[in-house]
């Protein structure tokens, strides 16, 4: 891959072609000058044209050059060359991922500044990507950035010529991302922001030609075929705007040069524009979005035509206009909504102070369940809003609804039904007790993700709020191969009493090099992924780098996500032999999640369960649970960690497990990750959906401790639970064993379990004759927390809770484990789904109860 040499002449970093318009190479000292917003991936080496109405970037031609993780995978998935962001000038609001043209990518021959001088005023700045035909089997591609001082957006050129002796043919369709929201409106293709209040589009123009003003708008073709020889090139317009309405009216503007009317106007209620409207302009079939200012105004060119445009706004009666543009006069539009219908609130704790929180909306009587918006915005995702300070206004559409306003599983639950009447605010004022008390612990996850990861677009903003909303006080920050920092974002929302972090990162790849979580880390700004060390296919190798990256502090955490059990520990070629793994990875890592957002499979005592795939069909999946119980018999000794991994608010959000960790303080502001990482690294926590448990032998040892004992050893085992969490059972299992004289339930034991905020609260002896590993699991099988999670699908899973294992050294000669594999042969690959079923079937007749055998054990 070549290496571009450029040289600024005197001290500026412009090469500028006019007054208005500049294109530059980033470098150092002018880093400053990068666009700016959700999707924003400039690092020095990168070039950014801008004129007065726009600002873009361009990939420069570096190592592994990509705009995140997953745009595209694998070594040949790197994209220089490439437009990386788009945005209005000084709007700082960029909401490009990539757009690939004739989706380019892999290496290149060179990326530059380009030669403009033949253009004329058609391109006064211009960065050219060029593939040579040596490095690319006789086809030599060229991508052209075109930039001049009247353009809101971008002429992209493409020249594909066939040097070789033989007809070449392929696809040249465009890739752009995020394309969750796009459509077709009279042959502009447009795109919307993932989140549609961050009033950003696109919109993407193919012009016959060079592309010229006046060029007209043509199908964008699909495939191309060259004979030895033969050139041809495309052209498009990308440009952007407030919304993809407007930006689609600028490509109009310039394919349909003098022919457009300016279609403007303001939607507003009495004296106020209402920001919040959406008009969904409409031609026939086809629609785009168009969205109002903050003082409700818009405006966008059109062709002539007939038009019509709904106009919505959550909490208004909606309105439709008709019109009619002639292509030369301006068309205006005006709109008098009426006023909203909403819930305010103002949620505090106890000593008064608003708290962040998490409101649910369920319909009653008829009303339907609101659309509050995506997934990923934290301020309405489809029928929850989660806020960052607990005063906030939802508005809402006339109706009956059931509101339920939370705060993680320490804070008791508001829940209310009200009524919301047509054009007034109803008021919703609400105090949260504290009713858990968690003192010298602190809650914490340590896997969560936003828009920088890659494969996901929840702002990052909105993964902060949807964390100090479930209550979680110590996330480390852990996007996707990129070291990055919360702290900023934490800061801005007025959150540094209530939520603390660490800089990390996620290393990810494929394979079996697996996917590892580790802090702390020090960002290296304005390169690629902010330094973060490279993924390896061997996931020792990545263990060993992340433990020496950088400055290698003694005190890094590192855990292996989602692993997989049975190729990191037990078979690791698959070939359905034991092999032993990837020998050595046990004593290079910290923990390994036993629980990552789905239901818990502590209690069962097998090794894999038979269900349905996403396809609808019967696969084996083994438990990391029982497989880690076996690998601590075995002598392992890393620790269980509980995350949530959310990629989302809503569904794959916040809250469904997390840690508590021991704590000098209880303050969030005040917690230090040292202190976090070094009592994680011991072992000592306790993994929870709900249940705030704690468990102490009788010296005071607890998870990830030793002790010592002479035939038995107490546990003392206290459960407490907020107002919409319950269990039903509490018990010990001895080596990964769950032992029946240790199993209490409500229904065998109703005296020791209690209807208030403590549950359990007991000693409980546990008879020993040799070293054993204990662990105590708080579970309910008879309830779920759907209180607390409403429709998200959190709200499934059980009430558990279980702490690492206490080793218990009985004979006073250290403690040994003692090799017992539960009953199951060490878990291979290659177990088909009938073989499955048929050792489960086995492993059921062996310990199912007998008149003569009324409690088995597990064999």
């Known amino acids: 891959m070549k290496r571009l040499l450029t040289f600024a002449l005197g001290f500026s970093p412009l090469l500028a072609c006019a007054a ?54 694998g070594d040949a998935g790197i994209t220089p060359g490439c437009l990386y962001d788009l945005t209005l000038r000084g709007a700082h609001n960029d909401q490009l991922t990539i757009f690939s043209p004739g989706n380019q990518r892999g290496d290149v021959s060179y990326v530059r500044i380009g030669d403009s001088s033949g253009e004329g005023a058609l391109a006064q700045a211009v ?64 795109f919307n922001a993932v989140d549609p209040a ?44 407030k919304s993809p309405g407007e930006a689609v009216g600028e490509v109009f503007s310039w394919s349909h040069l003098g022919q457009t009317s300016l279609l403007s106007g303001t939607v507003r209620s009495g004296a106020r524009g209402v920001a919040t409207a959406e008009i969904t302009l409409r031609s026939g079939k086809a629609f785009v979005p168009v969205y109002p200012d903050a003082q409700g105004n818009f405006a966008l060119h059109l062709p002539a035509g007939s038009y019509s445009a709904d106009i919505v706004d959550r909490g208004r009666a909606p309105l439709t206009r008709t019109l009619e543009v002639d292509g030369k006069n301006p068309a205006p539009l005006t709109a008098e909504m009426q006023a909203p219908s909403a819930i305010a609130f103002e949620i505090k704790d106890e000593a008064g102070k608003g708290i962040p929180c998490k409101a649910q909306f369920i319909g009653l009587a008829g009303t339907p369940a609101p659309k509050l918006g995506p997934q990923t915005r934290a301020h309405g995702c489809v029928d929850q809003w989660h806020s960052e300070r607990g005063d906030f206004t939802v508005p809402l559409d006339p109706g009956m609804y059931k509101v339920i306003v939370t705060r993680g599983i320490e804070y008791g639950h508001w829940e209310q039904t009200l009524r919301v009447t047509p054009g007034e605010v109803t008021m919703a004022r609400a105090t949260l007790k504290r009713l858990v008390d968690t003192r010298g612990w602190v809650s914490a996850d340590f896997h969560n993700h936003s828009t920088p990861s890659g494969d996901n677009h929840c702002g990052t903003d909105d993964r902060i709020i949807n964390l100090a909303a479930e209550h979680i006080e110590f996330a480390p920050t852990t996007e996707h191969n990129r070291i990055y920092d919360w702290w900023p974002h934490i800061r801005r929302l007025g959150l540094t009493n209530e939520l603390s972090t660490v800089v990390g990162l996620e290393l990810t790849g494929s394979g079996a090099g697996s996917h590892f979580n580790s802090f702390p880390f020090r960002p290296t700004p304005f390169v690629q992924n902010n330094g973060a060390p490279t993924h390896q296919t061997d996931p020792r190798l990545n263990a060993i780098n992340l433990r ?29 032999r034991f092999d032993g793994g990837f020998a050595g990875l046990e004593g290079l890592i910290d923990g390994v999640e036993t629980q990552n957002y789905g239901a818990s499979a502590i209690l069962d005592p097998v090794p894999f369960r038979i269900g349905r795939g996403r396809d609808g069909r019967e696969e084996l999946s083994y438990s990391r649970e029982f497989i880690w119980l076996q690998m601590l018999n075995r002598g392992h000794r890393y620790w269980g960690v509980a995350v949530c991994d959310a990629h989302s608010v809503y569904g794959n959000g916040v809250g469904g497990w997390r840690m508590y960790i021991p704590s000098s ?9 040292q202190e976090m990482s070094r009592n994680a690294k011991a072992g000592r926590t306790v993994l929870t959906t709900g249940p705030f448990l704690e468990v102490r032998a009788e010296d005071g040892t607890i998870a990830g401790g030793q002790t010592r004992a002479n035939g038995a050893i107490t546990l003392h085992v206290r459960v407490q639970c907020t107002d919409w969490v319950d269990i039903d059972r509490v018990q010990v299992l001895v080596n990964g064993r769950a032992v029946p004289s240790l199993n209490f339930t409500r229904q065998s034991h109703p005296e020791d379990f209690a209807a208030g905020v403590v549950k ?22 008879g309830s779920d927390l759907s209180k607390g999670y409403g429709t998200s699908s959190q709200s499934t899973i059980r009430p558990c809770a279980y702490h690492n294992p206490i080793f218990v050294d009985a004979d006073g000669n250290g403690f040994k484990p003692n090799g017992d594999t539960l009953g199951w042969d060490l878990p291979v690959k290659k177990i088909s789904v009938a073989e499955g079923r048929r050792l489960l079937e086995l492993h059921k007749s062996r310990t199912a ?5 009324p409690t088995p054990k597990n064999p």
């Open 849 to 853: 109860p007998t008149p003569e055998n």
């Open 127 to 190: 960065v050219e990507t060029v593939v040579s035909a040596a490095a690319n089997g006789g086809l030599y591609k060229r991508h052209q950035y075109i930039l001049n001082d009247s353009m809101r957006g971008l002429l992209v050129r493409t020249t594909y010529r066939n040097e070789s002796n033989e007809t070449a043919s392929g696809s040249v369709e465009d890739f752009l991302k995020p394309a969750s929201t796009n459509s077709v409106f009279l042959g502009v293709r447009w």
């Open 665 to 673: 303080t209880d303050a969030p502001a005040q917690i230090r990750w």
């Open 20 to 73: 208005a318009t500049a294109v530059f190479e980033i470098g150092p000292k002018n880093t400053s000058q990068l666009p700016r917003g959700k999707e924003a991936d400039g690092i020095i080496g990168d070039f950014v044209l801008r004129n007065d109405f726009v600002e873009a970037l361009v990939s420069g031609d570096q190592p592994m050059r990509r705009a995140d993780m997953s745009t595209f995978y």
């Open 760 to 781: 359990f609260d007991r000693d409980i002896a546990v008879p020993l004759t040799a070293d054993a590993h204990l662990i105590v699991v708080a579970y309910g099988g």
């Open 548 to 576: 020496t990256w950088d400055d290698a502090p003694a005190d890094r955490w590192i855990q292996i996500n989602h692993p997989d059990m049975v190729e990191k520990f037990t078979d690791r070629d698959g070939d359905g």
């Open 198 to 241: 961050d009033k950003c589009g696109y919109a993407l123009g193919w012009l016959e030609g060079q592309g010229a003003p006046g060029s007209k708008l043509i199908t964008p073709p699909t495939q191309v075929t060259l004979a030895p020889g033969q050139s041809t090139n495309f052209t498009r317009y990308l440009t952007v705007g």
